[in-house]
T-cell receptor
Framework: KQEVTQIPAALSVPEGENLVLNCSFT??????LQWFRQDPGKGLTSLLL?????REQTSGRLNASLDKSSGRSTLYIAASQPGDSATYLC??????????????FGQGTILTVHP | DGGITQSPKYLFRKEGQNVTLSCEQN?????MYWYRQDPGQGLRLIYY???????QKGDIAEGYSVSREKKESFPLTVTSAQKNPTAFYLC???????????FGSGTRLTVV
């Protein structure tokens, strides 16, 4: 059974720092990996999706990498801002036939960026 | 604007009652999902549906039921058999391959 682990569980940084969030998964037979953001009491917003054949994806100040063979992904946030404060969740999609995207989630990293 | 609408935002259930959470999407997505989130934890899959009139159990389906009579709608019923239903429930939809994964804003269910 796929298990996803995120480290650290919580992170507090001053504004302007570059930071890295880590995600590891036990079964490398994934279809893709996604990073989501969740604000308190809200739903999730997809940030980046990396297909299993890709190594990284970038969107603005966010960069996500994927090393499928070692079962790891990192989310890099450049020049962090207070508005980046949220919970960041990593999720992997199984490699089933039609791959309609059942996701297995990590427990999340709670990020606080203080001014 | 396209998206997913969950209702109600807050729901209170008495012991022994069944309650139904609504989820509607206008994204023309084939797949829909229900997840449960407990405090400090990630999301766990309850049920999912890839096409109309078909659905599959996820990891924690016991005490829940769903239906998929229309492509746009995927309601979740929390039955009295669910012993610990207090949680935040999230509905989602996607295209094939988990592309375009979109979440609703959630329903917070509390047992009183």
């Amino acid at each position: 059974k796929q298990e996803v682990t995120q480290i650290p569980a919580a992170l507090s940084v001053p504004e302007g720092e570059n930071l890295v969030l880590n995600c590891s998964f036990t079964d490398s037979a994934i279809y893709n990996l996604q990073w989501f953001r969740q604000d308190p009491g809200k739903g999730l917003t997809s940030l980046l999706l990396i297909q299993s054949s890709q190594r990284e994806q970038t969107s603005g100040r966010l960069n996500a990498s994927l090393d499928k063979s070692s079962g790891r992904s990192t989310l890099y946030i450049a020049a962090s801002q207070p508005g980046d404060s949220a919970t960041y969740l990593c999720a992997v999609s199984d490699a089933g036939g039609t791959s309609y995207g059942k996701l297995t989630f990590g427990q999340g990293t709670i990020l606080t960026v203080h001014p | 604007d396209g998206g997913i609408t969950q209702s109600p935002k807050y729901l209170f259930r008495k012991e022994g009652q069944n309650v139904t959470l609504s989820c509607e999407q206008n994204l023309n997505h084939d797949a829909m999902y229900w997840y449960r989130q407990d405090p400090g934890q990630g999301l766990r899959l309850i049920y999912y549906s890839q096409i109309v009139n078909d659905f599959q159990k996820g990891d924690i389906a016991e005490g829940y039921s769903v239906s998929r009579e229309k492509k746009e709608s995927f309601p979740l019923t929390v039955t009295s058999a669910q012993k610990n239903p207090t949680a935040f429930y999230l509905c989602a939809s996607s295209r094939q391959g988990a592309a375009g994964y979109t979440f609703g804003s959630g329903t917070r269910l509390t047992v009183v």
